[in-house]
């Protein structure tokens, strides 16, 4: 028989677990944020029985706070306690919203409190299968002011509410396009509208993480704000100099606390007295994020001995968009340079002046971001300046190179070059500075004459090679004055002698 009662009892208890849990799954679970877990409730004043002698009373805390009381068939606490119990649906804090003291119906606090605690009992009977009130009550009971049309308006209204359920705080933002792009003068990027949408709120917070240094959010105005109404949209600036990475990706956060009018039940200790309903304003927090990013721009750039393709510096650049205006101008290192955040599109590179001992290069270099191709890399080459000045001494007549001159090099301040002597190969100057210079001959070849003529020739990147030819005539030989002279006067006087030896002989034989 004990063996029997041992189970008897143990199902039992199973059966009590099984229903405390069963109840557990039914009954709603409510989420209670800031509210009072327990209220005192103060003295409570006596009504006119207005609507077919129902009589009752007004009920309020003893920080006057207004409660209705959810059983007409219970005691009316007076001065006690009473713990929160729980939520409850959405039509009884309709009727409480749109209640008294929110609104007034007939302009007295008696009457008004009264149709307002009716209503709520009323709607627990349509709701809920209690009998608070009587069948005479609402149909055709005495109403001498005409309340009940107000009750039964509450009652139809909140049901409802309840289909509906409680309002919820919402919170969202989007925008139409996530990429920030950069602004015209080229100096930060800025995001689209950021546009809220909510329900329930006043103003949200914003904050951004993990975006670059200088980031800030602005108002359609452009004034820089973190807090914003709910219709407020939102812009992000971020310093173009402080986004270094071609690809980069931060969050915006909006957060905001709405909150929603609820209905909220208390039960005093002593559970034979009436537990009342109290509405309370429920606090939500709201948080929204998105992500935007940034596709940034870098172009690295070069300047490069063309023969070796070593790194040179020296070179002024600048670089220019399609319409000519100057981005930028720098002068090259060893280094590569390197500039971001251009906008998308052709640029060029214009060198001004050549690293010392480069030709210039006069031709653009050209190169083409897009939204495919932000990171460029571009090398611009210079070639070596190489002078050659070959000069040679040759025989005017004959044209073969002659040795033996000396020949003077002199710059345009008259300073000395070179002095060398010539022979049968060409002189050689290579790598002259630019500017002008002076060959001239100091001493002829023996057997020549001395050329006086100054030969000038320039060196700049339009004049690096010369050929310089210098002439020489050889030397007259002129006979002795006095020697010819003798030799005349002795022929011509023997041409006289025979003459008149002649002439002698003639006469001579003539006369005999």
Not at 58 to 78: F, G, L, P, Q, S
Not at 268 to 287: A, F, G, R
Request: charge should be positive; hydrophobic fraction near 35%; glycine fraction near 6%.
């Amino acid at each position: 028989m004990q063996k029997k009662l041992k189970k008897t009892r143990k199902k039992i208890k199973l059966g009590i677990i099984l229903i405390i849990g069963l109840s557990i799954l039914i009954n709603p679970i409510y989420t209670i944020m800031a509210l009072d877990k327990n209220i005192t409730l103060g003295e409570a004043e006596a009504l006119d029985g207005y609507v077919a002698g129902t009589h009752f009373s007004i009920k309020k805390t003893t920080e006057n706070e207004y409660v209705y009381c959810v059983d007409i068939h219970k005691n009316t606490a007076k001065n006690k306690k009473a713990k929160l119990v729980g939520e409850r649906d959405a039509g009884l804090a309709y009727i409480l919203e749109n209640g008294y003291p929110n609104k007034s119906f007939t302009g007295s606090r008696e009457k008004d409190y009264y149709i307002t605690q009716s209503a709520v009992w009323w709607y627990l009977d349509s709701t809920t299968g209690s009998s608070n009130l009587g069948q005479a009550f609402k149909t055709n009971g005495s109403d001498p002011y005409n309340l009940r049309p107000h009750i039964k308006k509450l009652v139809t209204n909140a049901k409802k509410a309840k289909e509906k359920g409680y309002e919820k705080v919402t919170l969202k933002i989007e925008t139409s396009n996530p990429t920030l792009s950069l602004s015209s003068d080229g100096k930060y990027y800025v995001s689209e509208e950021i546009k809220p949408t909510s329900t329930n709120i006043e103003n949200y917070t914003v904050s951004l993480e993990n975006a670059p240094s200088g980031a800030i959010t602005i108002d359609a105005k452009g004034a820089k704000k973190t807090t914003f109404s709910s219709t407020e949209t939102v812009k992000i600036t971020i310093p173009a100099a402080n986004v270094t990475n071609t690809k980069l990706s931060f969050s915006v956060v909006a957060k905001a606390t709405g909150t929603i009018n609820k209905a909220y039940e208390y039960q005093p200790v002593d559970e034979s007295m009436q537990s009342v309903l109290l509405l309370q304003k429920e606090k939500i927090e709201k948080e929204s994020k998105i992500n935007l990013n940034i596709s940034t721009t870098k172009v690295t750039i070069t300047k490069l001995d063309k023969k070796t393709n070593q790194p040179i510096a020296g070179a002024k650049l600048v670089l220019k968009d399609t319409s000519g205006k100057e981005i930028a101008s720098w002068n090259s290192t060893t280094n590569p340079h390197i500039i971001t955040n251009l906008a998308l599109g052709t640029y060029s590179i214009i060198e001004e002046s050549a690293p010392k001992g480069y030709k210039q290069n006069k031709e653009a270099t050209t190169f083409t971001i897009t939204d495919t191709n932000r990171e460029v890399k571009v090398n611009v080459y210079n070639e070596a300046r190489t002078s050659v000045v070959n000069i040679i001494k040759i025989d005017q007549s004959t044209g073969q190179p002659l040795s033996g001159a000396i020949l003077l090099v002199t710059d345009q301040t008259g300073k000395e070059i070179a002095r060398f002597e010539t022979t049968q190969d060409p002189y050689v100057l290579i790598d002259l500075p630019d500017g002008t210079y002076t060959v001239e001959e100091v001493q002829a070849p023996n057997g020549y004459m001395k050329n006086d003529e100054k030969i000038t020739f320039k060196i700049d990147d339009d004049h690096l090679s010369h050929q310089i030819t210098i002439k020489n005539y050889p030397e007259v030989i002129v006979p002795d004055t006095k020697t010819n002279s003798s030799i005349i006067y002795t022929v011509i006087g023997m041409i006289i002698l025979s003459i008149a030896i002649g002439l002698v002989y003639r006469y001579g034989k003539t006369t005999k």
